[in-house]
């Protein structure tokens, strides 16, 4: 009798993203560290404001923490579209950035007015779009969101309606905005 055959397939690593990973001190495991000048912690070096290398619906997965601050309005439309583009349907990438009520968005030189807020997510929806007038902005994608606050460990520890009356009503609750788009 003769042996069965083994049949392998090569199943392809699934490709996810860390954009502006900088030294990689934040990368997870398995993510591909992308950043715009070579140094340790950088998998690949891709500048962010050109069309990004990646095939169109070719990524399971990014994350980009606190990078989109450092862009103009024009360039973080880019990013959003170029993001869109490359994620595959119904896949997500956390996004990370200085609530705009801390002095975080404000004291790193390197932030590019104005802060991204809350109400930008609203922008990266088609359907959003569709209903309200904004004028001839061209964005090219469509994500659902989730939004939550990184708190000032002074308001970590109270209750949840102190915590959101915090965030609406003083300044320095929120440190960060904490994202997570998804494609549609």
């Known amino acids: 009798m003769a042996k069965p055959k083994l049949k392998f397939e090569m199943v392809p690593a699934l490709l996810m993203l860390d954009l502006g990973t900088g030294n990689g001190s934040r990368k997870p495991a398995g993510y591909l560290g992308v950043d715009r000048t070579e140094r ?5 070096v891709a500048d962010l404001l050109e069309p990004w290398p990646w095939e169109d619906n070719s990524v399971e997965e990014a994350q980009a923490i606190h990078l989109l601050q450092q862009f103009t309005a024009q360039q973080r439309i880019h990013f959003v579209n170029e993001l ?3 994620l595959k349907p119904g896949c997500r ?3 990370i950035v200085p609530y705009w009520a801390s002095g975080t968005a404000y004291g790193n030189l390197l932030n590019v007015w104005p802060p991204v807020a809350e109400h930008w997510f609203y922008y990266l929806n088609r ?4 209903v309200h007038d904004i004028g001839g902005i061209e964005y090219a994608c469509d994500f659902d969101f989730t939004l939550g606050y990184g708190l000032h460990p002074a308001v970590q520890l109270r209750s949840q309606e102190y915590q959101q009356h915090a965030i609406q009503h003083f300044k320095e609750a929120a440190q960060d905005l904490i994202v997570t788009v998804t494609k549609r």
């Open 84 to 86: 869109y583009r490359v």
């Open 93 to 95: 990438c956390l996004l």
């Open 40 to 44: 340790e912690g950088v998998d690949k």
């Open 127 to 130: 359907e959003w779009r569709a």
